[in-house]
């Protein structure tokens, strides 16, 4: 689905208010829950948080901060096999840096083991839960269709004392991992498939990063959700379309607990989901641990920490979130929005730099040999605040090997042999021919200056049709230059089933130049978390593992321009 048809169906916004917003205002002004409002968000620390994370994050946070709630971070930490503190600590990290913080509110689903255990054992009591000792091969024969009632288990109606024995033993670690499961008692007939007899409690015996070893059964996500929701009073919990069907289960386990004055209610809005992009933290995962990409935080991963690396701003990030909006309805959101956005935020905020990623020497031959002269650059034209920087110019510069061409076709505007044009900020130069090695590589280009063409002198209102960067050759810095593109090469990839997932990789999703020559101010003042605009290039920011002084290395975050519509369309 295109963007414009997303918006066309986006549900009426009141007030300025998204569909979510609205549910949470009408609840308020009707008094329920005593008029509090409590959100949450949920991740399970199995992975890094990406893209896909923060539109829930802008949601839950954001919604609460709206009309004066809290929202709270739970850590949705019910399978210890996958989890990690690794992952606690970045998804912490990640939230504060997107602007949001959860105060003392920091819970975990794990603390809530004890009261979950205590709610199981009475739901065993009351005959609406039993152990079911088949495999679960054999429970999801049993489970039927969704026209087609499912199967009832032999272990179903077994009696009361033998289940809560055997749930306890479970939990005393005295059965294998999938030998038996607690399972609600509903009714195998629903039409909701959720409501056959779902899992409560499996066996795990895995160390737990929170509570060791304590633990034998894990509770499910269904059955451990809404409680800890309701645990937390939490009033609006807010999820993506995916759990729409699990909700009347949410109700049923909620109801459990819950009474007139306050229960927990499930909202669900549409996941974010990026063309040339993967975002399950499954396929994630496996580019981490394959190799295929430098750690979770590659500057090509869609993971926040990736993003951030990338020279990303939480702005941007947030300004796109607003423009693909919250709906009903599941879309695919073109990455090129994306772009968009980080591209209009860098506008506004990077400094402009000179920088040369593909360097060729041009020697201006009537300039004396020892004079620098150092030419006021602007900061940032779209920031009058922003100033000026001096940046020197001296006989021997670089400029781009494409910006020169000894034989070039029509309506080439740059460097060759007779043709004028002006070096940025400094003077117009006219070339007068180049120096080629045996293979026919320009080697040295040769070129002439008109002292008159300086700005603020009378000839600098003279009118050359191209503008080059440049860096001073005896002045200038080296440094790295990571030139990052899409990690994927087709749009769909988080859907293409028939192909193997290395075949859509992108091979050149990052080419690393070695030698860029730097204007002095950049070398000098660049610090991990600033934006430059690389004049002609593109916006980059120092990498903030690699780069130090010395040794810079920059991340290119964006091209100027967005060259794939024409290339890929
Ligand atoms: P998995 O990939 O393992 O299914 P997940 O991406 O759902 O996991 P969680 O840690 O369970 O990860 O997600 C935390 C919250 O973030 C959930 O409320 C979930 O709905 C939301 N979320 C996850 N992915 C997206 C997405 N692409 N768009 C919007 N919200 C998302
Ligand atoms: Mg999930």
Known sequence: MSENENKELMPEKEGGLNFVEQIVADDLKAGKNGGRLSTRFPPEPNGYLHIGHAKAICMDFGVAEKFGGTCN??????????????????????IHWLGFDWGDREYYASDYFP????????????????????TSEQIAEQKGTPTQPGVESPYRNRPIAENLDLFQRMNAGEFEEGSMVLRAKIDMASSNMHFRDPIMYRIIKHSHHRTGDKWKVYPMYDFAHGQSDYFEGVTHSICTLEFVPHRPLYEYFVKELADDSYCPRQIEFNRLNLTYTVLSKRKLLQLVKEGLVDGWDDPRMPTISGLRRRG???????SF??????????AVNDISLLEYSIREDLNKRATRVCAVIDPVKVVISNYPEDLTEYMEMENNPEDPESGTHKMPFSREIYIERDDFMENPPKKFFRMTPGGEVRLKGAYIVKCTGCKKDADGNVEEIYCEYDPDTKSGMPGSMRKVKGT??????????????RLYDRLFNVENASEVKDRDFHELLNPDSMKVVEHAKIE???????????H????????????????????LVFNRTITLKDSWQKINK
């Open 73 to 94: 971070l739970r850590f949705d930490d019910t399978n210890p096999v996958k989890e990690d503190v690794e992952y606690v600590d970045s998804i912490r990290e990640d």
């Open 468 to 481: 080059l960067h440049w860096v001073s050759a005896r002045h200038c810095a080296d440094a790295e230059v």
């Open 520 to 530: 002095p101010f950049l070398a000098e003042n660049a610090k991990p978390g600033d």
């Open 532 to 551: 430059f605009q690389f004049q002609r290039i593109g916006y980059f920011t120092p990498d903030k593992k690699d780069s130090k002084p010395g040794k």
């Open 115 to 134: 009261q979950l255990y205590d709610l199981a054992l009475r739901m065993i009591k009351e005959g609406k839960a039993y152990v079911d000792e088949q």
């Open 321 to 330: 979130i607003n423009r693909i909006g919250y709906t009903k309805y599941e």
């Open 312 to 318: 990303y701003t939480p702005e941007s990030i947030k």
